[in-house]
């Protein structure tokens, strides 16, 4: 019920980031070729499909990591050409990756206090002395980044090395970290991997209150369908770098070349 | 003598009075504390009663009357706190609800009390409610604490705490006869009144609901108070369910009465380091979390340094020498005192910090039985850990043990202001202010537990000792004989196999029956410990569970048990025969335990009837497959073999000459 309210909200919402024309290929490998869709303001856009259908170098592409050969990105009306993954940070899109990525020796805490490197006015000297400005700076970041621990319910592990995590919580962690940037935009690549049951169940929770409690808009990418359909507002599929369909859970469940893709009809 | 204390101050004779009590008494002392973003925040008296006098008359504009049922759901918070003194200032029945209980347990206690409103204290006890509402056709409200996640619920009776506290303010800055009139509902209470309604989460059949007047829960948590010598300096960290009798009494009555600041942890996860963090003077705790916590501490000594090692082995044995002596003020030797000062300045002292517990004035195990090593461990290691006995139906109190008076396997005196008597089948009854009024709506179960001169049938079998101190043996009826006429005491036997940390949960079969056989839970963290270090694969308890060398040593286990068993000439016959592992952990959610983690054992025995088939036959391993309960409802099953394994008994006599 909440699903249908808030996806008839986002129908008019304006375009975020839009993809237009796609390709990026690594020597004769053609990752993606002539792809384009749109995410709008405050929607959750899944990218899903087989094994090797180009979702994690879209993603790539997103932010910056990856310089697509052909056409052009769009994120809040700007184009780029090319983008550098600190250049797509400071504009505020943020990222998990597949294989968490943590400073894996630091406390949860302070994983998720460097998210909010980017929001520090003061240089590093200023912030090693810990004195007058500094110092009320780094309260008001540790008060939100509190504020994103209390968030995920992860205060009980805020001092523990996040190496010595399990791997659900090490998810929650990373997702923290890019939360604490107060992103526009939020990439998940796989934020169930690897998950049980509830674990899953207690990670969509979290995915769908970010969008709700903070608007943030959310790509994420995800092998489970079942999480895939009951959580996204609109879904891309992508397979052998093609876009296949694009559109509602319910309109690309029935779509018959998915269902090609993921039963592994020869083309 | 209780019921002169209780008259000598008349006025206050209710919880909200006690309130308008303590904010003129204490009003700047801190009444409740909640760890919120990483900070502790306090609430003082006056701040508390400003904020349950805008919430209790938010909710009689919202249309709350006298004799409503209102339903209290969630983690213990302040505000949740704070909802039952509110709610009895109008004069109506708070009724607790166990947080994790599922949807059909829920639905039951919402339906039997006809709760009319519902505090939830989050968006998932907010789901759950929405979810039986449909069952539940009574109520009209769901308030939330915890606003996260449920901003777009459009329904018009959810709102939040803060909402019901602007109806509130509104009406008070309207002027003084919002105030006056809540003043007046107060003064209409007395302490006859019905104060709280109780579920117990009842080992056999369907939940009661203890009916508890102010005088019950006043009284009794006054003398609490007074045998401990408790005053407004306590601090105790409310963390156990608020749907059990335990924490209404001691983080709500002790805390009203006396003026003490309660604190809430966190979260369910960080009571550890909020422990440590507030130091509890106070505390309060069921035999499993001291087990844990040993369980614990053991595990990281094996992984501790060769120095620490052995330096904690050492004071260990110091301690168990000397440690209960000293702490009990008997006399001790000069050598001893000054070994255990330096274990207590190397070892004791930063264990107790590690604990949380480096305050601790008075703390207690009750619920169920602890093992002796156990109660003998944090004793000697000079936390004033005591016993007591208690039941819903008295508001707690039945007994307790008195400072200096302390012996393992009994648990105390009748506490201030409580008769005892045992019946001639050994049963123990007792009498006392704290003695419930009633069963809701169950007048059969009232008349089948409380006697018409007010004695109350406590269902478990006991004696007093030559210090005047009662022995509990087992519930009344469970204490059984085996066919050949020997004594069976399931309990008994069950906690002497629970002592070993690698040993969870013991469910012991022998009432009717050739001989006494046990279904076997081992402790997960324990032995998954010990699997690591003897490079001893696994992939989950199950796995785990099979596993030869698990077995290897649990019949060593076993085989000690019944050692000591053979020693006791009485019951030398119930040694433990056969033995399985069982291949799932018991839980409450499959109706194995309690929501209080007490074992179910009729329950146990017809879900793994099988099980217990194969254990009274010959067959030495049975293949099964149990269906189990996920936390939302969901379900599956686990399937896999069980080994069952023959103890060789040991002669009674043959024992005896071991011993001398």
Known sequence: MNATARKKANENAETMLSVEHVSLSFGGVKAI????????????????????????????????????????????GEKRSDMRPHIAATQGIARTFQNVALFKGMTTLDNIMSGRTLRMKRNMFWQALYFGPARREELEHREYVEEVIDFLEIQHIRRQPVGKLPYGLQKRVELGRALAMEPDLLLLDEPMAGMNLEEKEDMSRFVIDVSEEFGTTV??????????????????VLDHGVLIADGTPDEVQSNQDVIDAYLGISH | MARAAAKATPTDDTF?????????????????????????????????????????????????????????????????????????????????????????EMTYVLRHAEVKYILAQDQEQVDKVLSISEDVKTIKEIIFDEPRGLQNYGHGHIRSFED????????????????????KEIAKGKGSDTSVILYTSGTTGTPKGVVLSHDNIIITAHNGNKFDNLDEHEEMIAYLPMAWVGDHVFSYGQSYDAGFCVSCPESPETVLDDRREIGPTYFFAPPRVYENMLTQIMVRMEDAGPIKKMMFDAFLKVARRCGEDILNGNQVGFG??????????????PLRNRMGLSRLKVGYTAGEAIGPEIFRFYRSFGLNLKQLYGQTEAAVYV???????????????????????????GEVQYKSPGVFVEYYKNAAA????????????????????????????????DVGKLKDGTLFAPKYIENKLKFYPNVKEVVAFGDRRDYCAVMINIDLVAVSNWAERNNIIYAGYQELAAHPDVYKMVKE???????????????????????????????????????????????IADRYAELLKALYSKTSSYRISTEVTFEDGGKGSITGDVKIVDMKPYPAEMAKEAAE
Do not use: C
């Not at chain 2, 019901?164 to 003043?183: D, M, T, Y």
């Not at chain 2, 000439?569 to 499959?590: M, N, T, V």
């Open chain 2, 164 to 183: 019901v506290q602007a109806l509130g303010r509104n009406e008070l800055e309207k002027g003084k006869s919002a105030e006056e009139s809540w003043l």
């Open chain 1, 219 to 236: 790509a994420l990418i995800e092998h489970d369908m079942g999480v895939v359909m009951d959580l996204s507002d609109r879904v891309v």
């Open chain 2, 336 to 349: 001893d005192r000054l070994l255990y000062a330096i274990g207590d300045f190397l070892v004791y002292g």
């Open chain 2, 446 to 477: 009232t008349r089948a537990t409380k006697t018409r001169d007010g004695w109350v049938h406590t269902g478990d079998a006991g004696l007093f000792d030559s210090h005047g101190h009662l022995k509990i043996i087992d519930r009344a009826k």
């Open chain 2, 16 to 104: 909200p009075k006690l309130l308008l009590r303590n904010a003129k008494k204490f009003t700047d002392r801190p009444a409740i504390r909640e760890k919120d973003l990483g900070i502790w925040q306090s609430w003082t008296w006056a701040d508390v009663l400003d904020e349950v006098r805008a919430f209790a008359i938010g909710l009689k504009k919202m249309g709350l009357k006298r004799g409503d049922a209102v339903a209290i759901v969630g983690d213990n918070k302040p505000r949740l706190y704070w909802t039952f003194v509110a709610t009895q200032s109008l004069g109506a029945i708070p009724v607790p609800v166990y947080q994790d209980a599922v949807a059909e």
């Open chain 2, 399 to 425: 007994t307790a043990q008195p400072d200096g008076e302390i012996f393992a396997e009994t648990v105390g005196k009748p506490s201030i202001g409580v008769d005892i008597r045992i019946t001639k089948n």
């Open chain 1, 33 to 76: 070729r002539n792809v384009s869709f749109d995410i709008r303001k405050g929607e959750i856009r899944a990218i899903i499909g087989p094994n090797g259908a180009g979702k994690t170098s879209m993603l790539n592409v997103i932010n910056g990591f990856y310089h697509p050969q052909e056409g052009t990105i769009t994120f809040k």
């Open chain 2, 557 to 603: 286990h076993v085989d000690e048990v019944n050692r000591s068993l053979a020693a006791e000439s009485d019951i030398a016959g119930s040694q433990i025969h056969r033995f399985l592992i069982l291949h799932k952990e018991l839980d409450a959610d499959d109706g194995e335990l309690t929501r209080t983690q007490k074992v179910r054992r009729g329950f």
